[in-house]
């Protein structure tokens, strides 16, 4: 109980040595959660520099926000929505929106069984950043964060069923990649002397 009460002590100092915008508490916070905010931002952007950018813009948010914080929730939960929707925003701006062929994506299926399994995260990472921006999105939104298609439609401002499609079209991009990828370790396995 102590030790809780000593957490909550220390976030509400930390908390209000961001309200006075002082360097040694902002320079704490982004170094603490880094990695973690990193990743998320990595998982939207297309490529290392530009997932830099996303979290450095989603700091600046945060630490001119920090104000808005409201004591007893999560700390880290409220930074890690700042991030996620800086990464839409990002999205919004430098995405030209474009109608997909539903039909198209109706017709595709899931023929890879659990393609995932066997790869590295650096590996599932890297495909994922080879889709589009479109596709990108919709991925992370609805399968890392958990949004809906109704929620990522209004989050993106895209209709529910161009989000079903961009995310069918994402996954059978996925798999198309991870079966290259499959394919070729095969063909290099099978050329390697016995």
């Not at 490529?47 to 104000?67: C, P, T, V, Y």
């Not at 069918?168 to 499959?182: D, G, I, M, T």
Request: net charge negative.
């Amino acid at each position: 109980m102590d030790f809780a009460l000593n957490l909550d002590r220390a976030e509400h100092q930390l908390v209000a040595a961001l309200v006075r915008q002082e360097r040694w508490a902002q320079q704490h916070l982004y170094e603490h959660h880094y990695g973690k905010m990193m990743g998320v931002c990595m998982r939207y952007a297309g490529s290392r520099d530009e997932a830099l950018d996303l979290l450095h813009e989603g700091f600046i948010k945060i630490f001119q926000n920090i104000g808005r914080y409201k004591p007893g929730t999560s700390l880290p939960a409220w930074i890690r929505t700042i991030i996620v929707n800086t990464c839409i925003d990002y999205y919004r701006r430098n995405t030209r929106r474009r109608t997909e062929d539903i039909d198209e994506a109706y017709q595709l299926y899931d023929d890879v069984p659990d393609a995932l399994s066997n790869l590295t995260e650096k590996e599932i990472l890297s495909a994922v950043q080879e889709l589009s921006p479109a596709y990108r999105a919709v991925f992370n939104l609805y399968v890392v964060e958990g949004y809906s298609h109704k929620e990522i439609g209004e989050a993106l401002n895209i209709t529910e069923s161009t989000s079903r499609s961009n995310l069918v079209k994402a996954r059978n991009k996925l798999q198309e990649f991870f079966a290259n990828r499959r394919m070729e370790f095969e063909i290099n396995t099978d050329e390697k002397p016995q």
